[in-house]
């Protein structure tokens, strides 16, 4: 095994993923621990310590060069701190950087993780050849990333890119854990599909092999048993997702007049599970773009899948991508 390598750190709502990657952007060793949300923020952090740990000792003979390390925004890049992320409610204005600084004296840098695994993603995987990346991660929450020339785009404080939580729907019943209405997250992740779901089938006698996917117990329907349901041809899946489908494309056509990148990539757990709709979604995006050019722009499946956040945050350091800097004070 090589013996300069960076450890990648990817905290998320219900694990805690961490390995090790060279320089070529391969993962050589990883591995998941559970992550407590629901405790306290030492139990949270006693979580990543358990990942880090867990890899430094599997692999003694390493000597590390540097840890990156991600996690849900809204983050404090410059300090290392974790404002109030919707999906890690045990952290306000948590100092997580100074934290993972203080116990193992090596170099690390924090950043988002939409904004880490897009970096893996424009660097080695399904967007490296493009000069421009939008990258989308769907799972517990819709995280964006906006690469250009293969450096993230940070905006002018570190907080550009929250794509998950624009507004697309400001009559939406219910908040986003962040607090808006509406917001692309809050209709459309893992968890809103599960909640539309349970929803309908409360309304319908469709939805059968929703059930039988999730044990039996409406309260225990994910989005991935919908696809799962889906797949075995059930009526109100297939409404479920196609109705998600539409949400995506309403908002990317958006996205696509803002920003018109050269590529859409697609990544996380529920968006590996729903990639037989991307071309579904290709073909509608249009309907919501005024670019007549929207249906050149590719929409693929990222590379890296549920590897993506331990790579990109090691790729924080194994590219020219310099460190956040804060905007100058007026």
Known sequence: MQTKLVLGVDIGGTKVAAGLVNADGEMLFNLRVPMNTSGSASDAMGCVH???????????????????????????????????????PCWQNFALLPEIQKTYRIPSRLDNDANSAGLAEALWGAGAKYNSVFYVTIGTGIGTAIVLNQRIYYGRTGGAAEGGHMTIDFRAPVRCGC????????????????????EKLAASSDGARILAAAGGEASSITAEAVVKAWRAEDPLATEVLRETADLFAIWLGNVVDLLEPDVIVIGGGVGAAITEW?????????????????????????????????????????????????????
């Open 50 to 88: 358990n990942a880090i740990e867990g890899v430094m000792q599997a692999n003694p003979a390493v000597a590390l060069r540097a840890i990156g390390v991600s996690s849900p925004g809204p983050l404090d890049l410059h300090n290392g701190i974790v404002l109030n992320s919707p999906n890690l």
């Open 179 to 198: 607090g808006k209405r509406g917001c692309m997250e809050g209709l459309a992740s893992g968890p809103a599909i599960a909640v539309r779901t349970r």
């Open 278 to 330: 991307f071309p579904y979604i290709q073909r509608k995006i249009p309907d919501w773009s005024i670019n007549p050019r929207a249906h050149e722009i590719p929409l693929v499946a990222a590379k890296y899948g549920a590897d993506a956040g331990i790579v990109g945050s090691a790729a924080l350091w194994l590219c020219e991508q310099p460190s956040y800097e804060p905007a100058a004070k007026i």
